[in-house]
């Protein structure tokens, strides 16, 4: 797996700087980010974060972060990404011992006829640049057909519908980073969201392409997303119902479940959710059917 790219600064007691990898005291320094902006007003210098392993975008004062040394934040990494390796291995193990098999026409048991199999396709548009390679990473280790494009959040909207008419997919990730902002006016309030306004209206654009959602499945959203009003633009399965923090690997692993799901399958919200890192809290959805065909035979052709 390529880990997060974090570009890491040395750390030492200068001034912060954009790129480096930092924590809120106010928290734990329970989440490490990279600062992706810096402002100063007449009070403090407030700086823009975006999570390195969960899809979070906050806002923090100077004054509560602290630099993390190189090797904490390697530490922090690896143990993030842990759960997405076991997860990938029991996925790859359980995908071989299931794979088709060779069969054979009736009375003709010396040929080697086989079927094949035809996951569904995804299209996987990405608001941070370096989550989005290690999805397509990811994707290509579970043996998936995906397509990464790096868009921002807020331009998401405006580019989906030439996107889906170039790529054709079966499958659809709309993502990027989110959060609440805190203290504002709750969760009923789209404008207390950082992007939740664009994964909404993206979903709606996408459904102007295609509004079936048993023809084109929608994931949308990241941490802490506005999940209800996604659902109702139109995805299939979105973030996050209990506005937690979801992996950034999670919409890998929806994607997975639905692509290597047989087409006269069903799947339950559950099935999927089950599927995923974060689990109930930080994903939903409604039934969906999947997107898996085989196929027969196999031409005996070596390409």
């Known amino acids: 797996m390529i ?36 402002k100063e007003n007449e009070e403090e210098v407030i700086a823009t974060l975006k999570g ?10 100077e004054s509560d972060l602290e630099k993390q040394t190189e090797q904490n934040v ?17 996925i790859y193990a359980s995908r071989h011992r299931r794979r088709p098999k060779k069969v054979y026409y009736r009375g003709t048991s010396n040929d080697n006829i086989r079927k094949f199999s035809k996951p569904g396709k995804i299209l996987h548009i990405d608001g941070d640049e370096s989550y989005m390679n290690t999805c397509i990473e990811e994707y290509k280790k579970l043996e998936m057909i995906a397509v990464g494009e790096h868009i921002s959040e807020k331009d998401q909207p ?21 959060g609440v902002i805190k203290g504002e006016g709750g969760y009923s309030n789209l404008n207390n969201y950082r992007n939740s306004q664009y994964y909404i209206e993206g979903v709606k654009q996408a459904r102007e392409y295609n509004r079936d959602q048993d023809s084109l ?15 109702k633009a139109g995805a299939n399965f979105a973030s996050a119902p209990y506005r937690v923090l979801i992996h950034a690997l999670d919409p890998v692993y929806v994607c997975q479940k639905i ?3 047989n087409v006269s399958n069903i799947l339950s919200p559950l099935d999927v ?31």
């Open 3 to 38: 880990l997060y790219n974090l570009d890491i600064r040395v750390i030492g007691m200068d001034d912060l700087k954009i790129g480096d990898i930092v924590a809120r005291k106010s928290y734990g320094k329970d989440i490490f980010f990279k600062v992706v902006d810096i």
């Open 52 to 61: 390195i392993s969960y899809r979070i975008e906050a806002e923090a004062p």
């Open 74 to 90: 390697r530490d922090y990494t690896r143990n993030s990404f842990m759960p997405a390796e076991k997860k990938a291995r029991d």
């Open 158 to 178: 405006s580019a989906v519908y030439e996107l889906l008419k170039l790529h054709k997919p079966d499958i659809l990730v709309l993502t990027g980073h989110d």
């Open 217 to 231: 499945v929608i994931f949308a959203g990241a941490c802490q997303s506005m999940y209800r009003e996604i659902l």
């Open 259 to 261: 692509a290597f799901t």
């Open 273 to 303: 959710v089950n599927a995923t890192i974060t689990g109930t809290k930080g994903i939903g959805g409604i039934e969906t059917r999947g997107k898996y065909r085989e196929g027969y035979p196999m031409e005996p052709y070596e390409n």
